[in-house]
């Protein structure tokens, strides 16, 4: 272990293990308002998310089973799965469950806490804050995820990465309904977003 990876301060407690290890749409409302952080300083606000659910989900990476590629959403709960998607960007999600699920989080969008001159520096060119980390691709250039981060663990934070709880309590309004830009599945709403934001990457309602 890097030492100096293993004394960062974090804005925040870094949540624990079991609160991953739960099925995927219970765990992402709950993520809202959470915080994703990065050992550099940069942070953000969790505001949208979707759950995927392993072999019962054929909107999931993992719904035919086990690959090279989706290999980390089946593994321990509590670690990041990061994939490429279009040819040109990544996604990062939080595994949910337990070894063997394939169930995970999407995040889909920030609200940028800190660090945002980094997430500037990181998305150059872009007119508005507000649009740093609204959209799965946007919030992962912002924060420099990338493949190399695929599987590290976010409840232990040694590898770069954490989900904080920094005290902000749960959203007053919390907006459930289909997931967005897929083809099957739509009769799930396990897409979650905080009411009103104006991070939010998809449609508002």
Not at 38 to 49: K, T
Not at 100 to 116: C, K, M, T, Y
Not at 129 to 156: E, F, K, N, Y
Request: glycine share 12%; proline share 6%; net charge positive.
């Amino acid at each position: 272990m890097n030492n100096a990876t293993a004394r960062v301060r974090w804005p925040g407690k870094r949540l624990d293990r079991a609160f991953f290890a739960r099925p995927a749409p219970e765990v992402a409302p709950d993520l809202l308002h959470k915080v994703l952080a990065s050992r550099d300083g940069r942070s953000g606000r969790i505001v949208e998310v979707e759950a995927y659910v392993g072999a019962v989900d054929p909107a999931a990476h993992t719904y035919r089973g086990k690959t090279a590629r989706n290999a980390t959403m089946f593994g321990p709960a509590g670690h990041m799965y990061v994939y490429f998607t279009y040819g040109m960007h990544w996604c990062c999600n939080c595994v949910c469950e337990g070894e063997g699920q394939g169930s995970g989080v999407l995040i889909r969008a920030l609200e940028p806490l800190h660090g945002i001159e980094l997430m500037r520096a990181a998305r150059r060119g872009l007119k508005a804050d507000r649009d740093l980390c609204r959209g799965p691709a946007r919030l992962t250039q912002a924060m420099s995820i990338t493949g190399a981060q695929d599987g590290i663990d976010l409840v232990r934070g040694t590898e770069g990465f954490a989900v904080l709880d920094d005290g902000a309590p749960l959203p007053a309004a919390i907006v459930a309904g289909p997931r967005i830009g897929i083809r099957v599945g739509l009769d799930f709403p396990w897409r979650f977003h905080v009411a009103g934001s104006r991070y939010v990457s998809g449609p508002a309602r």
